[in-house]
């Protein structure tokens, strides 16, 4: 990357917050540009699976994924309140300021991925750095073979992106396949941890020439590599992103730094056999 | 490289010239027993300057990669935002810098200024330093009982990175090294002379001196250390014993001349104004890798304590900067409540694998 001497990667460009639209419960989706346009325009060549740092001033920085596709027209954060920054985001009214800087990170190479079938497999709020790329391959819809959608959510009232979700559901191009671990509200689908959707009747899974992205709590991605290795996946074939502490989000501070990388610039995007050889935990 | 030969009694007069030419010099001075400390040289003090002392344990990093140091100032009015970066460029000097600390220098110079994104506020400060190196000679002063910078090959005389080095031949006599423009600058000033032939092969024969002085040390298994912690052959249990030992204050980040890590932090300076500062941060201090959420992936102490080794001596890190992140300077080692410095997990590593070998099976 080639960077002017004055740039200043630690600073951040104001940003005006639209509208605020709720997903589930704790998580909200914010739709914000930048001021100044030159700025937005720049932002907007981001990658599927990049992420940004949100500073809400005199609280702090967080790292967010960037849930909109580069092909749409909007840019959106969508962010679970646990600590004090995204507290401190969700109490943003429409219209307040607050700041962005980047894009960061490697992001997905979906390019790399043109000609081959692509499945995705989302627990809870992972679907919101794969609901970039899953947008950006229907986009690109002839680049790819199958597209194959696996999501899994706690109850039915956990599911986000509901809109996409039913759009997904009814495009021909696209199958999606929804579970929940507890049915409620009339619930009629599946019901059962997400890799319990492989094994459904009527459901193939595209193994060979395909790429499967994972992103969920470390839990639900211990169960469903195990099941997308014993459907005969390789490991160089899955693709996942690595969540870590980050206070700058450009290999500086060191604070996102396991074994032998930095997640936020080599990452957060790693195949899982890349994963494997970072000899640390995750 | 050019040199000059100058009397001891003017080299305090470079301070001198360094100041005129607008620089806040910093130097050496000596404290109480072996406390010793660079400061900022006036009026008052320049005379106090050690040329020979041992290396102050608060490294003179921090006058280009501040302690703390605050990156910009945020203003709030009627809802809307400005944000000012605050960068600062003094015109600075570091007089008597040892060649382990230029070496640290050179290594925050690779990982800052390099790779995929540059940090502005290091390089401002750096662009502005004029370094004055001092060679190491006087065994009794100058040599600390963990020094290995012999190991580590930046030291006793540093070979590149300073703008002038110094080195006191005895005799009344010190040597001077130009290693940048600004510093062969520095010979137009009357009291440098050109040196002879048996300046040279004095100054060859004190450092041949010198490098016998160091204590026979067990870094001398230093690169060996390396190829074994690369390889991934270190044992769990040398780094459990290690972190057992580990107190968790984070003392050997502090003083470390080429540790990089900070945090940042936000905070309120007016009503409507808040201030972001970066701090040094350390990844022997439980928070560091804490998520949100609570899992900490490196919740162990010997995780923490692996992670710094790692990163200072894996192949891996030494290749992505090209310069290392350990330098031979030896603070850890003397800071070290749980005498878990380098010095001493080189020896861990060469017990471990002496132990290992013995139950080697034999060929036959
Ligand atoms: C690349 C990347 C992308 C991400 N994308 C998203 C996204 O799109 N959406 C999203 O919602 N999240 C995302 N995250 C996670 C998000 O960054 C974190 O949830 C966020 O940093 C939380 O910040 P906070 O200030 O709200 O929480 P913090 O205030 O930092 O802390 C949150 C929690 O940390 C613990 N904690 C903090 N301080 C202490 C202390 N002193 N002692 C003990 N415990 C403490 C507490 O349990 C607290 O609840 C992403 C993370 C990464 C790395
Ligand atoms: S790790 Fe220890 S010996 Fe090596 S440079 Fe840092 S403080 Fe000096
Ligand atoms: S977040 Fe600072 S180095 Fe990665």
Redesign the pocket.
Known sequence: MNLSPVDNCYLPKIAILDRVVDEIAEVKTFYWRFTDPAEQAAFKKFRPGQ?AQVSLFGI?E????L?PSPTEADTF????Q??????ALHALKPGDKFAVRGPY?NGFPMEEYYGKNLVFVAGG?GL??LRSCIIYALAHREKYKRIQIFLGAKTPRDLMYRDNLREWEKSAGVECHLTVDRAADGWTGNVGVVGSLFKKPGVQVAVEDTVAFVCGPPIMFRFVIKDLKALGFQDKNIVS?L??Y?KCGVGKCGHCCIGVAYVCVDG?VFTYDQIQKLGEDI | MKARILDSADVLKIVDLLRQQGHEVFAPFGGRGRDTCYDSVTDQNRGEIQIHLPNPYYPPKRFIFPHIERLMKVQRSDGDLQIEPTYREPKRAIFGIRSCDVAGIWHLDRFFLGREHRDIYYEKRRKNMFLVNVVCTDPARDIGEECFCVCADTGPAAREHFDLQLMDLGGGEFMAVAGTEAGEALFSAPFFRKGTEEHVAKRRAILGEVRKSFKPSTTSWFSAAIRHVSAGRIQEKTWEEIGKRCLECGGCTYVCPACTCFTVSDRQVGPDEVERVRIWDACALG?FT?M???HNPRRAVHDRRNRRFFRKLSHYFIQRELSMACVGCGRCAAVCHGDIGMPSVVEMIRRETAEVDKHEPVAR
């Open positions: 992420f702090g967080f790292p967010a994924s849930p954060f969508t962010v679970k646990v600590g004090s920054c995204s507290a990170g709020i919101i750095p992103t969540e870590r980050m957060p | 928070g804490r949100a959420g609570g």
